[in-house]
């Protein structure tokens, strides 16, 4: 009898080998895997204790070999066979480039709207959803299940997270553990890992692909007291190639290589495009990939970065540029920081929940996706944004209606262009649009007492008033064609859905 | 008894000639005013019925003298003289750019605070705070009469109108009268103006100067079902050489050579450089210019324009602009359509009272200057930002708030920069300081809980708390100095207001 293993799931092998010395810098242990078409390498890695880590995610299912190969005798050689089955239901694997999965085109040199769109490894749609508790795995152990039971509740399917720990307003205890051995008073080694550590971190990932939440995990940040931010290039390296040979297997992983990597003032471009190469010399997955600013975006251009996970540029500009960041880099923009809402001092971090959820449906309505924090001060005493526990705002429901809706569009959505046939008059609100079919505009702070639409010829429609704040969807009684005003109410926040209905009827 | 003419007010006198052909192409007539210094040719100009006018507005008290030159003998070889006499309290004379009357230095070649600002010729501080009537002079006199008591009540020192009636959704009856004598169905007459239409313009522009307000005339504009956006460049040029010369004594008025200037196609840049010559040419007072956008600005660098009278670039990008054009052009910025209070179908005319506040608020402490429009469809027959009639607004009051304020401020304010020692910690919001003594923070649409400042070293200050919605201002109080923290309740539209006290104090 093979070993089992369902498809993008973690084939997970431990073997027993050399304890004495430093095994975490001495031993090198690869595996090769090998179906009937393809063989595919991955990086083992120490677990502490002697024992050794071997894991592969097979993306094909049927039968699977492996032989180990590794300067430690007890490891080198070792051989097995495994069954890939079936993934069971909610089981998408990774989540890809739209267009490296399901291209519509054999090749196109053209932009196309699939350049700014993801979905899972399987053809699955998939529209991020993101917040953000940069340091909830460096919590107590009660804080980082009560933030898991928060988010089984939440609309979120991603979620920013750092290894390190953070060291900033709001911040200031040490965690229990590090990732390396040690603590502040005696000094950490940098040559070895915290196997404990490390367990509770795949721990919680593991859990989050259970909530079906991608975890984005932030490799570096400036936020620091420890030392972390500050390591040598040859230190950065020894931790980020242990960390992806670690974690790469897990299907929910996203790889942020920074955030505000411009605070890290240490670190030059060359390091940061040094460490991309790292990361994906030793994820054979190929994860997406990206690298977060504070002021200055990185060059997104750079081919190793897979999207744009940008934060707002100042207090204003924020998610209305993401019409800008797709025509400059082409690929999917997610702002991963378009303020939070809360009660903080701080600029980021005061905003209402209206206009956060306003944020969201611009950012999306442009063709993009936007991320959320939460920054209340004084409502328990963990801040969301940093340490998880409970969700206190507003904008949290209206994000999963936002959500409901967004994930009922037709695949082929984009955004409509001023230069569109029809619907000219619009010019000033914001519309997703299959040609024809299907237009949501979108009227943010606006408040118009009504609209005037000039509907595509021959075709009719239906429409519904959707009231974004008060999470309201009004089917309008009559068929619509032509030109037509629609009675807005002067409300803010108000969005419009038509869909065509002639080609069903007819038939 | 020679006749006496306050200073900045207008010595006009009227001669009988020729009243045969057409006087208002054939007839050319000049004056030249000397007193013991120098001599200012001015145009005089045909007011129908064989009257020819001669104006002059003196800018030196004292005793003038004239001689009148013209083809025509009767107005040829006319003398006289007349006493400037000391302006009246609230005469001030034109508005003119700061740097022009009050140069601090004898010459710059860097960036210096007053290139930003305006100021009245007798050096009188002036900082705009308009609105907009377009069409307000095209309206029955019972509107025009009402619109006229609205702005005795109103804040607003400025105010954008039109010469031209207007043609636009909410605007489609004809006026009673035109600049060109004709209507609708027989054509007009471009080779001559309307007596009657001028009496009234020039009537209403020295009612808005008794009420302190500078009338800034849109010349040429695209909303247009008559022609006059159509019109040749020699008649345009006959069109704007009359108006030049028969208003330019007006103290109070300023030249907006268009509207939209890029919604008129017929339109070149040649012809719009020729125009500004045109003004120029005929305007020895030099009051004013601009020219304002749609959607892609006129080159503001251009000599002839004197102020940035700029259009929001899309429904989100307005006022935060300031900072970016006060850097691109060196000039002051008046936004002269941040979008408007109200709830009209389009995207620019259906904001909120506390929205077009906050970008009163947000371009003023960016160091520039905004106007107000109003456009509310369903709260009388008249829509204030065309037709003049009453406001119903939020945002007035408030703004007259904020005028208030910024009365108040030392002359010598400008914007903190990021660059600035102390106050690093308020990166994220808008300040005018003046170095150590004097900082107005303002927060929009953030709510913070509290905020911390580290105030300059060795000084002491006095703080209030500014609600800019309910117009509450609130001194605390202690005395503060050093790094200090402020309550400021998680409330939007906040301001702080820092006075030092320790100089006099010491005294």
């Known amino acids: 009898m093979a070993d089992c293993i369902e498809k993008y799931q973690i084939f997970d092998l431990e073997l027993s080998g050399t304890k004495s010395g430093n095994p975490f810098t001495e031993i090198t242990v690869t595996a090769k895997f090998s179906n009937h078409a393809q063989s595919i390498e991955t990086k083992g890695f120490y677990k502490g204790n002697g024992i050794y880590g071997i894991r592969f995610m097979p993306q094909e299912e049927g039968s699977w070999s492996y032989q180990v190969h590794s300067n430690d005798p007890s490891l080198n050689g070792v051989t097995g066979t495994f069954l890939c089955t079936p993934p069971q239901p909610g089981n998408h694997g990774r989540v890809c480039l739209k267009k490296d999965v399901s291209p519509k085109e054999e090749a196109h040199f053209y932009e196309t709207e699939e350049d700014f769109h993801f979905c899972y490894e399987d053809g699955t749609r998939f529209q991020p959803f993101g917040t953000t508790c940069y340091a909830w795995i460096n919590q107590v152990e009660e804080v980082q299940e009560r933030t898991l039971r928060t988010l089984a509740k939440a609309p979120f399917n991603k979620i920013r997270m750092c290894i390190f720990p953070k060291f900033y307003t709001y911040n200031t205890t040490d965690p229990e553990r590090y990732v390396f051995p040690g603590n502040p008073r005696d000094g950490f080694d ?75 003032p240490h670190k030059t471009v060359e390091d940061w495009e040094a460490y991309a190469r790292v990361i994906m010399g030793n994820d054979p997955y190929g994860h997406l990939r990206s690298i977060h600013n504070c002021i200055p975006l990185y060059d997104h251009n750079r081919s190793w970065i897979t999207h744009v996970s940008v934060q707002r540029v100042d207090v204003y500009k924020t998610a209305e540029m993401v019409t800008d960041w797709r025509s400059q880099y082409r690929k999917p923009v997610i702002v991963d920081e378009a303020g939070y809402e809360g009660n903080i001092d701080f600029g980021w971090g005061n905003l209402t929940g209206q206009e956060l959820t306003r944020r969201f449906w611009e950012g999306c309505m442009r063709g993009g996706y936007v991320s959320h924090g939460e920054t209340y001060i004084d409502r328990s005493e963990t801040i969301w944004w940093s340490h998880g526990g409970e969700l206190h705002g507003d904008s949290v429901a209206r994000i999963g209606f936002l959500k409901e809706i967004l994930g009922e569009l037709p695949e082929e959505i984009e955004p409509l262009r001023l230069t569109a046939k029809n619907h000219e008059e619009n010019w000033d609100s914001v519309c997703l649009h299959k040609e024809d079919e299907y237009y949501l505009y979108y009227y943010g702070f606006s408040r118009p007492l009504y609209r005037n639409y000039t509907l595509p010829d021959k075709k009719k429609y239906k429409l519904e008033l959707i009231d974004t704040w008060n999470m309201t969807i009004r089917e309008l009684p009559e068929v619509y064609e032509g030109k037509i005003r629609i009675k807005m109410g002067a409300r803010q926040y108000m969005a419009v859905r038509m869909k065509e209905i002639s080609g069903p009827l007819e038939i």
């Open 190 to 264: 940098f040559t070895r890992f915290d196997p404990i550590f490390f367990e509770n971190l795949e721990k919680r990932i593991r859990e989050l692909d259970a909530l079906g939440i991608e975890a984005d995990i932030i490799l570096l940040h400036p936020y620091d007291r420890w030392g972390f931010s500050k390591m040598t290039r040859e230190q950065d390296i020894f931790y980020l190639t242990y960390v992806v040979r670690r974690l790469c297997h897990f299907k929910n992983v996203w790889w942020s290589l920074a955030n505000e990597y411009d605070l890290l």
